[in-house]
């Protein structure tokens, strides 16, 4: 079975600080996700990566920013969170393929970080 | 751009009934992908059903099914026979090939009535 971890389930965080949400995947998957979710507003891409090292910016990147040095580990960054940031955080992780690559697994959830930035 | 449109923020249905959940979408690209997604209330969010779009044939996985019309770009998701375990929120997705990238939409929670 796929397993995506994000390392926190709860986090709370002072305006200011500097986040790291840490996830990690067991699939060996290419591509990697960054998603917040708030009641109302659905799920908001925030960064995605389909390559080690490789970063591409979601719906609502800004006040965030992502790193991904190994394949099995997508982190994001909150350089200085805010309590707009206050949200659900989902990260997930596929093998899609791409163009002439076969479409392989579908994406994969970790269980969400709660942050509440206060 | 890419988008996903789910109009119906909530839904009811009698347990053992049938319902349909909308879903509209608009992408530029001719290959992608459509996926419904279940988030019950332990919030993992689960894979209900995948479409392809270079295939005409609905999916069907048990007693969920899609209605896949890509001239109209609608993909709904029908569950049969609902059970009290389908109560959860229920996420429309779609992959463009060309970046890997995936949209959801707002999301649709549906309540099942005893």
Request: aromatic share 12%.
């Amino acid at each position: 079975d796929v397993k995506v971890t994000q390392s926190s389930r709860y986090l709370v965080k002072r305006t200011g600080e500097k986040v790291f949400l840490e996830c990690v995947q067991d699939m060996d998957h290419e591509n990697m996700f960054w998603y917040r979710q708030d009641p109302g507003l659905g799920l908001r891409l925030i960064y995605f990566s389909y390559d080690v090292k490789m970063k591409e910016k979601g719906d609502i990147p800004e006040g965030y920013s992502v790193s991904r040095e190994k394949k099995e580990r997508f982190s994001l960054i909150l350089e200085s969170a805010s309590t707009n940031q206050t949200s659900m955080y989902l990260c997930a992780s596929g093998a899609f393929g791409g163009i002439g690559r076969p479409y392989n697994s579908p994406l994969h959830f970790g269980n969400g970080t709660r942050l509440t930035v206060t | 751009a890419q988008t996903v449109t789910q109009s119906q923020p909530e839904m009811s249905v009698q347990e053992a009934e049938t319902v349909t959940l909308s879903c509209t979408y608009d992408t530029s690209e001719s290959d992608y992908y459509l996926f419904w997604y279940k988030q019950p209330p332990s919030r993992q969010m689960i894979l209900v059903i995948r479409q392809e779009a270079y295939k005409q044939q609905n999916a069907t996985e048990n007693r969920f099914s899609v209605n896949f019309q890509k001239a109209a770009k609608s993909f709904s998701l029908k569950i049969s026979d609902s059970q009290l375990g389908d109560a959860a929120m229920y996420f429309c997705a779609s992959l463009q090939n060309r970046d890997d990238k995936i949209i959801f939409g707002k999301g649709t929670r549906l309540h099942i009535l005893p």
